[in-house]
């Protein structure tokens, strides 16, 4: 039998040929049906992944090329992980230039999904950040793409979910930091009123923001949460010790979901009395901030053997004063959704992909254990909200959306469609185009 | 600054090894058949922190040539302070079993090879009066098994070899480490079906290492595989014969 591939979420899990790339000068195998790039398979629903067909593993393509330490240019092959390049990068005094929450990304996924972070306010997308790439195709031909380069391909490519080629050689320009600590700050606020406040009002001093909410909430209490905002700290005169290197790894995947109604409600309330202070200044390592849940590994075992959706959304900015809100309504009015709700306001910063998912307005992002039709149901309901105002779901988290829908998110899809290389495919992009 | 020397560089464990060196600053020479391969790990090992990283094409099995490499690997350095063999291959045992050629082409490359290279290395070693010369035998060089004999029995030429050569170099202040890693997740192993004690290549490259700084003698890696293997020698012969492994 085939092995298995997981994509972070474990749902669904599709049987395929696992295929490894090693040489980034060798031609790409000939699959019997089609193939995808997969870098380290933090994509949640179905988009890294290729029911019946071959995956390429590119974790292998994990060499750096070259990197100038006064330009903060880095040029590396594609699987090399964000956490690598921090390992080599932050002792130099630089930083990646934008970072999910996760550092266990490739570097081709990351750009693959034009992925944003907490500063997209100020920074964009990891492919505003890209200076070339190089784009393998199927019949041998190399392109080497940048915005004066071929550019069609390179914004095709940027977002373009892994199916126009696979990425080989990436150079992308990191951000200069002088400290591996950051300053953060951390506002409790009491609706969604107050957290559209305090985004406008931190905009232009913070380089990151983002907020938990407490998704379990009703009632007076909808839409509170904690706001969080920081900035790289200056060189810090006493030379700190660097954070033990503590990491738990799940194991085993528990028999059920360990996140349910009442282990939600209980999380999600003493995580926001945790904070007695309306406000809290502290400084802490980069890694504390920016990846919190990195500290567990194989976390996406704790939804149990039936894995978890991740909701990934955008809504524009005239709605989402109205939309947003309601939006968490219905979600806390299921009970479903997860201890990691987040909310963030997105910049205006035009994203560079055909198919890339950040755009202006209000982001809001969570997990729901898989508890069957009635997960599927509430994520409909959510659907027909974020269709309905002009927004935007993200598929590097989905594994549900409707073609009907996808294609009304995505207008730039039929222009992108014509880059798709012949012989790629996911099972992500099968399932929107029925 | 130590001056590491690597044969096999583009190994899995090999190329590993190397980026722990790169990160102490290392100068690194590296030999092996595929030069855009080496080419490519110079640049990743220059980025890595390696003072300075030198490509050589070799053939291992073409032992005309050893010599020359030697030289030029020699060259402008005041002597290496680690040197790793780190090639071979994985042989095809049931394809061994029907054709001798085979069988001795495979022993070459896992054995032959790597006795004429240290034969010449043990000299240079020698009158420098330091350093370690490690090599990547096997656990499978321990006991004869039928699934794979004819490359247990090529890293069992090597064990012994390095046994003696040990006892040799010890008085010149040389030091001499055979690595016997267990079951590795490398490219050379891509067939296999992998389970619990299967190691990754990151893993082994540390206790390399570590084997090194420590001057050890003997290291399995992981650390467990010396006492599977050492259950496995006891069994008599009389019984083991009749186990399928």
């Known amino acids: 039998m085939p092995p298995v591939a997981y994509s972070w979420g474990r749902y669904p899990r599709t049987a395929q040929t696992l295929v490894d790339v090693t040489d980034r000068h060798a031609c790409l195998p000939r699959p019997a049906s089609s193939m995808l790039p997969y870098g380290n398979g933090r994509s949640y629903g179905d988009s890294c992944l290729n029911a019946d067909g071959d995956l390429l593993r590119t974790r292998a393509l994990d060499r750096f090329i070259a990197f100038d330490p006064t330009t903060g240019v880095l040029s590396c092959e594609a699987g090399v992980l964000f956490s690598e390049i921090l390992n080599l990068a932050v002792p130099q005094g630089w930083f990646l230039p934008v970072t999910p929450g996760t550092c266990f990304v490739t570097i081709g996924g990351a750009i693959a999904n034009d992925v944003h972070g907490k500063n997209h306010h100020r920074a964009g997308t990891i492919g505003h950040h890209v200076v070339s790439l190089e784009l393998l195709r199927s019949d041998g031909q190399r392109l080497q793409c940048s915005a004066a380069e071929n550019a069609d391909w390179f914004s095709a490519t940027i977002g373009g979910l892994g199916l126009t080629g696979l990425i080989t050689r990436v150079e992308i320009h990191l951000r200069r930091i002088a400290s591996p600590w950051m300053s953060t700050e951390t506002i409790k606020f009491p609706d969604v009123d107050t957290f559209f406040e305090l985004s406008a009002a931190s905009e232009r001093d913070y380089e990151y923001t983002v907020a938990w909410i407490d998704c379990a909430a009703k009632g007076k209490a909808l839409g509170r949460g904690l706001f969080s905002r920081a900035n790289h700290a200056p060189a810090l005169a006493d030379q700190r010790p660097d954070a033990p290197k503590r990491r738990l790894t799940m194991r085993v995947t528990p028999p059920v979901s360990l996140v349910n109604p009442l282990s939600l409600r209980a999380f999600n309330w003493a995580y926001y009395h945790r904070q007695r202070q309306p406000a809290w200044r502290a400084t802490t390592r980069y890694e504390a901030f920016f990846y919190p849940l990195d500290g567990i590994g194989q976390w996406n075992r704790m939804y149990g053997p039936r894995g978890f959706l991740q909701y990934q959304c955008v809504v524009p900015p005239g709605q989402s004063a109205s939309t947003i809100p309601r939006l968490i309504e219905c979600i806390s009015r299921a009970g479903g959704g997860s201890f990691l709700a987040v909310l963030k306001q997105f910049g205006d910063i035009p994203s560079l992909g055909m198919l890339s998912f950040p755009r202006p307005g209000t982001t809001l992002a969570l997990d729901f254990p898989n508890a069957g039709p009635s997960t599927f149901a509430l994520l409909d309901q959510l659907d027909t909200l974020v269709a309905a105002s002009g927004g935007a779901v993200y598929p590097a988290k989905d594994a549900r959306m409707s073609g009907t829908h996808f294609r009304q998110y995505f207008p730039g899809w039929e222009a992108f469609s014509r880059f798709i290389d012949p012989r790629f495919s996911s099972s992500f992009w099968r399932r929107v185009m029925e | ?245």
């Open chain 2, 1 to 245: 600054m130590q001056n590491v020397l690597v044969v096999g560089a583009t190994s899995a464990i090999a190329e590993a090894t190397c980026r722990l060196y790169a990160a102490r600053g290392a100068r690194l020479c590296l030999a092996g058949r595929n030069t855009q391969r080496l080419n490519d790990m110079a640049d990743d090992l220059r980025v890595r922190g390696a003072q300075d990283v030198a490509v050589h094409a070799l053939d291992v099995n073409d032992i005309a040539n050893h010599a020359q490499f030697i030289e030029s690997a020699w060259q402008g350095r005041s002597g290496m302070d680690v040197v790793l063999i780190a090639h071979g291959t994985l042989p095809d045992q049931t394809a061994c079993e029907t054709s001798a050629e085979l069988s001795l082409q495979e022993f070459a490359t896992n054995a032959t090879s790597t006795i004429a290279l240290l034969t010449p290395i043990a000299n240079r070693m020698q009158a420098s009066g330091k350093g370690t010369i490690a090599v990547i035998s096997s656990v499978a060089g321990d006991r004869g098994r039928a699934s794979n004999y004819l490359y247990g029995s090529a890293k069992a030429a090597v064990t012994t070899f390095l046994s003696g050569l040990r006892q040799r170099l010890y008085a010149h202040g040389v030091h001499v480490l055979t690595i016997k890693p267990g079951f590795v997740d490398t490219p050379m192993t891509r067939n296999f079906k992998k389970g619990a004690l299967w190691a990754k290549p990151d893993a082994v490259a540390t206790g390399i290492v570590r084997a090194i700084d420590r001057k050890r003698a003997i290291a399995y890696l992981p650390g467990f595989w010396a006492l599977i293997m050492l259950i496995i020698r006891c069994v008599p012969e009389a019984i083991f014969k009749r186990v399928k492994l």
